[in-house]
């Protein structure tokens, strides 16, 4: 499909037209105020609220009057990664695309078709004049991707729909029904320095890990990145001293580089140990990770303080000790039910820090899991913070936008769509539990790689995507 075709279709012109524009997790003004205009040049109400969030109201079409109000919902902003030799400043660089085929990449960063494509369906559907249809609230949250305050810090009665299709899923053919609920785990402690003993400063870097979405994608046995370089260090222990120490960009993505900053009189010895390592990761990685490397670099070696050794040895317990991927699983469906994504390391305000992003679909677990992170943090000396948790989804018993979802799936394609469950948190558990009652239902276009330079979205199927979306808003009546 041609450049040109694709920007004949709204859907596509409006997400050409989001790309444009900044929309990190947490810097959403732009983006949020661009949806405020946008409401505002069409003459249709529109609600921009504290968080940014953005309500846009369309008032039914002739013979929908008595129908049900219906919610369509996404999320504005995006995860912002690169690849590391990728020159990008997402504050203020348009994310650039790439049409290969039947996708859209991006060129070096995250696409941000998740969810920027639910966002671009939402407006061209308020934008029709020839749509059958209840009336539409569209929701527009921020600050999904990164703890979901805004949609946290909704004020629900400002909602009158008690139906709503969330567009944040990435797989056709695929509805969903229930979602995993999580949060984020934050174990630091102070950074205690000591006069360096060594002369020779090198820089060591896990790469080449494919990385992905923390929760859709944690069952793929994809390395991590801060796992795996809490376990070289370990092994170099005795031979280096930290000078500093960093991995991932975001704590809901699977870390695909990390690094650390050492210095040594032993280059030769951790040179050997290292290569040793490298070889079992790649006979432990061939299928999931089969590019993975690590690789050492000569740096400034006018480092005159390092880590005191006891808070070295402090972290390496913490990073080898903490749980890492998929922890349960249920044999009845097939699916992740609790997990944990080691995804950020960082040195912050003289402090290192290591967050998590743990998640589950059943609350008691998650709950016993922080328990037993407050007590790894006992153990290995870093307080623990817990941050920005949010409610799963329960899947309900019955549900009729669900059934029209289905009925209108086998009708347009021939063919019966799939119910299911994913281990991945969106919103739908939030806003339920601000309308009683709700009934709702996701579901979108195929997407891959989400959350890394990788990610691509396929253009027939949001054409079909978007298709089902019309047909689904015009049964509901």
């Known amino acids: 499909m041609t450049e040109e075709r694709i920007n004949a279709e709204r859907v596509f012109h409006y997400f050409r037209e989001i ?56 999320h504005m902003d995006m995860v ?14 348009p994310i650039s695309l790439v049409y290969k085929n039947d996708f859209i990449y991006a060129d070096g960063t995250t696409l941000g078709a998740d969810n920027g494509i639910a966002v671009a369906m939402i407006l061209a559907i308020l934008e029709s004049n020839n749509l059958e ?29 008690r139906i709503m299709i969330n567009l944040d899923s990435g797989d056709e053919g695929k509805f969903l029904a229930g979602c995993a609920g999580g949060g984020r785990l934050y174990f630091s402690t102070d950074i205690m320095k000591e006069e360096s ?40 222990k005795d031979l280096v001293e930290l000078v500093e120490i960093g991995g991932g960009s975001a704590e809901n993505a699977i870390p ?54 006891k808070i070295f040895d402090q972290y390496l317990n913490l990073i080898n000790l903490v749980p890492c991927g998929p922890l349960k699983i249920t044999n009845e469906i097939d699916l992740v ?13 003289k402090k290192i ?57 086998k009708d347009i394609f021939g063919k019966d769509a799939e119910v299911k469950a994913i281990h991945a948190g969106l919103e739908c558990g939030f806003i339920m539990e601000k309308i009683p009652g709700l009934d709702a239902i996701s579901f979108g276009p195929n997407m891959y790689n989400l959350h890394s330079p990788d990610e691509h979205l396929s253009i027939s199927s949001t054409e ?3 298709e089902l979306l019309k047909e689904v808003i015009k049964r509901i009546k």
């Open 464 to 466: 079909r995507t978007f």
């Open 256 to 309: 695909r580089e990390a690094f650390a900053v050492i210095k040594t009189n032993h280059h030769d010895e951790m040179s050997k140990k290292i290569d040793h390592l490298l070889l079992e990761l790649k006979n432990e990685f061939k299928f999931s990770d089969p590019e993975i490397d690590i690789s050492i670099e000569s740096t400034n070696s006018n480092h005159t303080r390092v880590f005191d050794k």
């Open 197 to 236: 003993q060594y002369h020779n400063a090198f820089k060591l870097i896990v790469k080449g890990l494919k990385g992905g979405h923390s929760g859709a994608e944690i069952h793929l046995d994809r390395g991590n990145a801060n796992k795996i370089m809490g376990r070289l260090l370990y092994q170099i």
């Open 353 to 409: 820090q290591l967050i998590c992003a743990p998640r589950s679909s059943i609350a008691s677990l998650l709950e016993d899991f922080v328990v037993k992170m407050e007590q790894l943090g006992i153990v290995t000396g870093f307080k623990l913070e817990k941050m920005a948790f949010y409610p799963g989804w329960e899947y309900a018993k019955e549900s009729l936008v669900r059934d029209i979802c289905l009925r209108a799936f």
């Open 337 to 349: 039910i609790l997990s944990n994504n080691p995804g950020v390391v960082k040195v912050v305000d």
């Open 133 to 161: 249809h209840p009336a539409i609230e569209a929701l527009i949250t921020t600050d999904e991707e990164t703890g979901m305050t805004g949609v946290a810090n909704l004020d629900g009665t400002l909602l009158n729909g």
């Open 80 to 93: 912002c990664e690169k690849n590391s030799d990728k020159v990008h400043d997402f504050g203020k660089d």
């Open 19 to 74: 790309s444009k524009i900044p929309r990190c997790s947490k810097k959403e003004e732009h983006i949020s105020q661009y949806l405020y205009d946008w409401a505002r040049s069409k003459e249709l109400e529109v609600i921009q609220d504290k968080q940014k969030n953005i309500i846009i109201f369309k008032e039914a079409s002739k013979g929908y009057e008595n129908a049900p109000t219906v919610i369509l919902q996404g």
